[in-house]
């Protein structure tokens, strides 16, 4: 007879643990250092070598607002509605960033790939593989935006 698998408190939510909360502190800050940096890239308040950006700074802004989310999601733990809503945020943001790959990336930057297809069969195929990352992505979004937006009980 199989055994069911029952998770314990802890797994479900990480707040609940005997871990200490400086754990959770330390990821909030990396994450809002980490978008901060970069918007602050992307508003030109860092200045950056423009030979060393591949991308339009409003990505890199979007990068580092979509961090910002990260950490204000972890900060609003044990707050579902909410953090249905910031997930819903986060990915519209990460379908708009693949959506741009998938239709407007520059070919040269693309790399990778598989090696016993052509590099316009590899580019082609990155953009398929983004574009339908950016799909997925947008239902998750709204379904997480409706999750938000609904009643409670």
């Given at each position: 007879?199989?055994?069911r698998?029952e998770f314990?408190p ?11 909360k400086?754990?959770?502190t330390k ?17 030109g308040?860092i ?15 979007m ?18 509605r ?5 997930g819903?945020?986060?990915?519209f ?6 959506g ?13 790939g598989m ?14 593989l983004?574009?339908?990352g950016a799909?997925?992505c ?5 379904y997480?935006?409706?999750k ?5 009980g």
């Amino acid at each position: 007879m199989a055994e069911r698998l029952e998770f314990s408190p802890q797994l479900k939510n990480p707040m609940n643990s005997d871990q200490p909360k400086t754990t959770f502190t330390k990821a909030i800050l990396i994450c809002a250092l980490t978008g901060a940096f970069l918007i602050g890239i992307s508003s030109g308040l860092i200045p950056i070598e423009p030979s060393k950006i591949h991308t339009p700074l409003w990505v890199i802004g979007m990068a580092g607002g979509l961090f910002w989310l990260a950490a204000l999601a972890l900060l609003a733990q044990n707050r579902p509605r909410v953090n249905n809503f910031l997930g819903a945020l986060m990915l519209f943001g990460f379908a708009g960033i693949g959506g741009w790959v998938a239709v407007l990336g520059e070919s040269g930057q693309l790399g990778g790939g598989m090696p016993m297809l052509s590099h316009q069969t590899n580019i082609s195929f990155a953009r398929w593989l983004f574009g339908g990352g950016a799909l997925i992505c947008l239902a998750l979004a709204v379904y997480a935006l409706k999750k938000a937006l609904e009643r409670a009980g």
